[in-house]
């Protein structure tokens, strides 16, 4: 298949044949300026923001720190430090609701800011062009940059391995397909430059000759934004994508703006491609340029529910309520809180939990917006379903055998290939739920891996034990013999000694 | 009509005969059978499922005399191997309800007797003389040879508790 993006813009859309077009909220909040969140009291701030191991902290409770300050360092491979978001103390070690669906508490770092926001003193490179490729990743590595789109993907490590593999192409996400999300519009609109900044300089880390910034064309302000910040730079080049939900999965945009397929069960880097959040790269323009740490970012506090919807800068550890706070509130008591996109964003357990490096929306949706309550009624076979999976599956299929407790049946027909975006149960007649059947089944056969892996290692444990106990009743019975062929010896001498004795005695009394 | 039976009757002969090689050539030594299902058990050696050790069970099973939900600390994964070895559809659905469960000492009622110590297949317990165990919860199946073993009952099992890593959606409809 050829680069859709190449193509003329009334060909792009007849070619696409995946995806839904939700109704995308997005305005008014995209076209109001941002605001930002003045200081909350507290922050609370997660020692695991990001995939891979969570970060080892390097302060004590009671240490005065200041913004951008290392809290915890990167303790894997794969990890990420967390810096400090504003000046204060650190005031607590605890655990606290994580921004999960569960709500279950994780370690974080209780800062408490002293009003001064005072940053740390930072020494930027002159020219970071100049410095060798490894040396920016490292810089990139040390501001805990991770993947800002919601994957969280610590960004160091991948512009490691695409220098390693030698990618060609840096894909730029800047799809935003999510209904009601427009944080990445705004900062394209707002910091287009430093955008393309970080973007030069993501390419100079992997040693690529190219970028293609992937924007769809419902952004017309955006778009135009990056092509006026990009004019000098023939590397970098702007392609507006058709509005069509999932474009910003990376599977999508990458065959999109370069006819590539990811091979299945496969990373972007086979396919040549590396790819990187808008948001990303402009973290990586900051962490270079100015060699400030992620400690703030962009989110969009939008919803039905919401009074005052907008984008808001808030430092990561600002909890979810004190940005509705801040947008005047509440209106009505929301069916559901969402943190990310209304179709792949997790949904709070408690508002209280902080805003994190991945999130980029913060949704109260009322009952209306979230147009659920019909019962699921039986599938009736209209393949709506298959036709607008982005990843070719087969999702009331697969559903069919998760609902009869065969969730291997539906590994079978591309279960780990579901990107879960939703577009199934978006638009199933039936209103069958179907990627919840998906996330439900992904986390079973996970489950069943670890179960698994749990009872092979409990075989050896098992298999050592009776070893042991073997090899103790065996030194046991060793020592025991030993023991008793000692005095046996033993025996055997004082009976030779008696002998001897009574022997000498003998002859003492012929020669007496 | 002749012509029938002769071709039927060879065509019964060639069958007979391919059924008879793959009997042989397909023949799996009943003791093996047992073994590899043994090595599928967890190999702790509880007795939960009601036989002298997993060797027991894996005879029963081997024998068809036993489900392959008959493990209870093996749990979901056990089964569906066992299910898979033997060639059979197993039924989950009772396993469903039934979480997996973790042994936990109680401090104030332990004495620091050892027994649980002494008890436990996969050295889960940890503690000297005289001192509070404890469970170490990678290693623990919930066998519960430790809650029978302690003289104070300060073993009890409580349920795996879930974490951010082991947390699921629950399936639909079944909230
Ligand atoms: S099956 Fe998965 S990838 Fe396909 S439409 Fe449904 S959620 Fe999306
Ligand atoms: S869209 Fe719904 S009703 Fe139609 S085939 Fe898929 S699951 Fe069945
Ligand atoms: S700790 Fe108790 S329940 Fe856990 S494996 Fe050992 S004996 Fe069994
Ligand atoms: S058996 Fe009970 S009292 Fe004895 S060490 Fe174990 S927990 Fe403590």
Redesign the interface.
Known sequence: MPAVATLPAWLQRSLIRWGVHPDDHKRPVADLPVERLPLPSRLFLPLQQHVGAPARPVVKIGDHVLKGQLLAESAANISAPVHASTSGRIVDITTYPAPHPSGLEQPVMVLEPDGKDRWIDTAPPADPFALPPTEVGRMVSAAGVVGMGGATFPSAVKLALGLRVQVEILIVNGGECEPYLSCDDRLMRDHAAGVVDGIRLALHAIGAQEARVGIENNKPEAIAAMQQAAAPFPEVRIMPVPAQYPMGSDKQLIQVLTGREVPFDGRAADAGVLVHNVGTCHAIHQAVRLGRPLVERLVTVSGGAVRRPRNVVAPIGATAQALFDYCDGLASAPARVIMGGPMMGNPLATTASPVIKGTSGLLALTQEEVGEGERAGPCIRCASCVSVCPMNLLPLEMAAHIRSDDPDGAFQLGLNDCIGCGCCSYVCPSAIPLSHYFSYAKGALAANERAKLKSESIKKLTTARLERQEREAREKAEAAARRKAEREAAKARAAAQANAATAKAATADVNA | MLAAVASLTVLGAALGLGLGIAARRFHVEPEEIVAELEALL????CGQCGYPGCAGAAQALADGKAPVTLCPP?????A??LAEKLGVSAD??AL?ESVPMLASVREELCIGCTKCFKAC????IHGAVKQIHAVLK??C?GCAKCVDSCPTEAVGLVPVP???T????????HA
């Open positions: 967890p190999g702790s050696q093996g749990g979901k994964g056990v569906q191997a989950l659905s469903g297949p996969t050295d889960a990678e290693a199946t879930a974490t951010l082991t947390w699921t959606w629950h399936k639909p409809g």
